[in-house]
Structures are given as structure tokens and as C-alpha cells.
């Protein structure tokens, strides 16, 4: 299973971008989706979580500007940012918990990053 992230670059503050990630593969079924971010000097820390039951998470920082939304159909999940600050700027990283079709177990994939500059 093989994780792709886009959408990163370089925005304004106030501005917008949309992250996506999709994973390919053998994929029997996918549970959790979520984004994480790491900035310079800082531990990772989870952005966003959405279940395979649609519930979401988000961490207090980006409640009510950030979006997160899955295609189970397409097997990606994006991250839709909104009014982008400053300390929004990070590598992004994409999660998806992947069942194995050989031992049933569900196996968390990474995505290979995305950078993310916010402008102030």
C-alpha cells in the first residue's frame, strides 16, 4: 500500500490550500483517515481524524477553519484549510489504517509529507 499526498505550497495568511492523499494498492478496506503535521522544531501533532462512520476530530487549533473529508470510493482523504495563519506552517503528513487481506489486521500507512508555508 502506497501512500501519495498534494496540495502543499505556499500561501498568505487568510489564504486557502487542499490537501489530498490517496492510497493504492491491495486495499480490502480502510478505517481511520487522518492528517498530521510536524512543524520546524516541534513533535508531530495530529491535525484531523476521520472515522470509516464519518465522524471527525480535529485538534482545538484548527477548529472551524480546517475540513476533513474521505472518498471511500476513491480511497483518499483530503484536508480542505481554510483562513491559514502562520503557525499553520508544517510538513503534512497523510494516515490511512489499511486492513491486510492476508491477516485481517488493520496496518497505519504514512504518506511522504507535504509542505505547507503560510505567509504572514
Known amino acids: 500500500v502506497q501512500l501519495q499526498a498534494s496540495g502543499g505550497g505556499l500561501v498568505q495568511s487568510g489564504g486557502s490550500l487542499r490537501l489530498s492523499c490517496a492510497a493504492s494498492?491491495?486495499?480490502?478496506?480502510?478505517?481511520?483517515m487522518a492528517w498530521y503535521r510536524q512543524a520546524p522544531g516541534k513533535q508531530r501533532e495530529l491535525v484531523a481524524s476521520?472515522?470509516?462512520?464519518?465522524?471527525?476530530s480535529y485538534t482545538d487549533s484548527v477548529k472551524g477553519r480546517f475540513t476533513i473529508s474521505r472518498d471511500n470510493a476513491k480511497n483518499t482523504v483530503d484536508l480542505q484549510m481554510n483562513s491559514l495563519k502562520s503557525e499553520d506552517t508544517a510538513v503534512y503528513y497523510c494516515t490511512q489504517d489499511v486492513k491486510s487481506s492476508s491477516s485481517g489486521l488493520y496496518f497505519r500507512h504514512w504518506g511522504q509529507g507535504t509542505q505547507v508555508t503560510v505567509s504572514s
Open positions: 476521520i472515522r470509516s462512520d464519518t465522524r471527525t
Open positions: 494498492g491491495s486495499i480490502s478496506s480502510i478505517n481511520t
